[in-house]
């Protein structure tokens, strides 16, 4: 069918109008976004809580935002989470301390934050000082499985027992059976807090240690988006935001090393 100049002309004035108005649309679908995988770990991750989901989720939102991307935390049990981060089926983690081992999986970002690890026992029940991990080789120790401290304690003779969570670890040494947890501070206490029990718990300090983001090896872009998390950590420590989220989750003398709590109740 042949057009007229006049209807050629409004051909193309429509043809246009919607290319220009269809374009910003398929623009921003096209906009990249990341998915980390998170573990429950409160008070840094925490799952099903949308106002208050964590000051890790917080501060990689506000880095990845940096750089005009957005970032999805869907949240599994660790060993899930970093099997989905290994195998590709996810950006990265997170967060995840560093071994020599996940090197071969994962890119590390420029440190997230810091970690406080040691043993919690019930008050009364573990009569020695735990100061080292070679302390512990009488006790039945429990640990997440999977998390880099469960290496650590068999590699140090530990008789070690695996569970899923800090919460069912926590009931395993209400019961009596376990001795001691060993676990990253912040965690065990949040979820002792929540069961309001009368029980209280003797903690002992062993270590602090750094923590990270860390992207997959087997996505394609692995290097560029580390390069914008970088970016992004940078941006925010610099310009306050990275501790104005700490300050709202109460955390932010947390990083300084401080003694260790003895008594918890």
């Known amino acids: 069918m042949k057009f007229g100049p006049f209807r050629l002309a ?37 799952d099903g809580n949308v106002r208050l989901p964590g000051y890790d ?22 060993k899930r989470a970093y099997l989905l981060a290994e195998e590709g089926r996810v950006d990265g983690l997170c967060s995840c301390s560093y071994t020599l081992e996940r090197e071969r999986d994962m890119l590390y ?18 009569p020695q000082n735990i100061a080292k991990l070679a302390d512990a080789r009488d006790l039945r120790v429990g640990v ?14 530990l008789n070690v027992i695996t569970a899923s969570s800090e919460q069912i670890l926590l ?4 019961n009596n ?35 990270y983001s860390c992207i997959s090896r087997k996505i394609d872009d692995a290097r560029t ?3 914008s998390l970088n ?15 700490l300050e709202k989750y109460g955390v932010a003398d947390a990083m300084n090393i401080k003694q260790p709590t003895a008594w918890i109740n």
Request: hydrophobic content about 45%; overall charge positive.
């Open 10 to 46: 409004i051909a193309i004035l429509l043809a246009i109008t919607c290319y220009m108005s269809v374009k910003p649309a398929r623009a921003e679908d096209a906009r990249r976004s990341v998915t980390l995988a998170c573990n429950p770990f409160p008070p840094s991750k925490i």
């Open 57 to 78: 989720v917080e501060i990689l939102r506000a880095a990845f935002a940096v750089n005009n991307l957005t970032v999805n935390t869907p949240f599994y049990p660790w």
């Open 109 to 126: 970002s420029a440190e997230l934050g810091r970690v406080r690890i040691g043993f919690f026992s019930i008050a009364g029940h573990v």
């Open 144 to 157: 997440v499985a999977g998390y880099n401290l469960e290496t650590a304690a068999v590699n140090a003779g």
């Open 171 to 174: 009931g395993m040494l209400y």
């Open 177 to 211: 059976r376990i001795d001691a947890i060993y676990s990253f501070r912040e965690p065990v206490l949040v979820a002792h807090k929540h069961r309001s029990t009368l029980i209280f718990l003797q903690y002992h300090e062993i270590s602090q240690a750094p923590y």
């Open 225 to 227: 988006l580390l390069d």
């Open 231 to 245: 970016q992004g950590i940078k941006t925010i420590r610099a310009n306050g935001v990275y501790n104005s989220i």
